[in-house]
């Protein structure tokens, strides 16, 4: 028998439901997927699809706060996330390629001073 790992958006969508009080069933019936979708997404077993994010968001009513930690827990999930260069400056390019290329170099207290400083 296999233990399915609880994603980081499995961890986001079950604290969703615990706050308001539904079950898997509910929340799938809300955002019109099968249960067993929805679990196979919490459980890692498929990509969170793209638009899934902003079905949440308004099924659900995600107030700022919320809906950064939803996207940041898809991302981290689907272990991607995606930045769009062609509206940034050289500069902020050149920030992001080089904190891209080089971030398995800085240490993670270097690395939580620089998220300090964007906070």
């Known amino acids: 028998m296999t233990v399915d790992r609880i994603t980081d958006y499995g961890k986001f ?5 615990k706050n308001r009080k ?3 069933n509910i929340m799938a019936s809300k955002l019109d997927v099968s249960i067993s979708f929805l679990s196979s997404l919490e459980s890692g077993k498929k990509l969170v699809p793209k638009d899934f994010a902003d079905k949440m968001i308004s099924v659900y009513s995600l107030d700022e706060i919320q809906k ?7 991302e981290l999930t689907n272990n991607k ?3 769009k260069l062609n509206s940034l400056s ?10 891209a290329r080089n971030i398995d170099k800085i240490s993670d207290e270097k ?6 400083l964007l906070k």
């Open 13 to 17: 969508a079950r604290d969703l439901r």
């Open 22 to 24: 539904e079950n898997l």
């Open 68 to 74: 950064n930690r939803l996207l940041n827990a898809i």
């Open 81 to 83: 996330t995606i930045i």
């Open 90 to 99: 050289p500069i902020k390019k050149n920030l992001i390629l080089n904190l």
């Open 111 to 116: 690395a939580g001073e620089m998220l300090n």
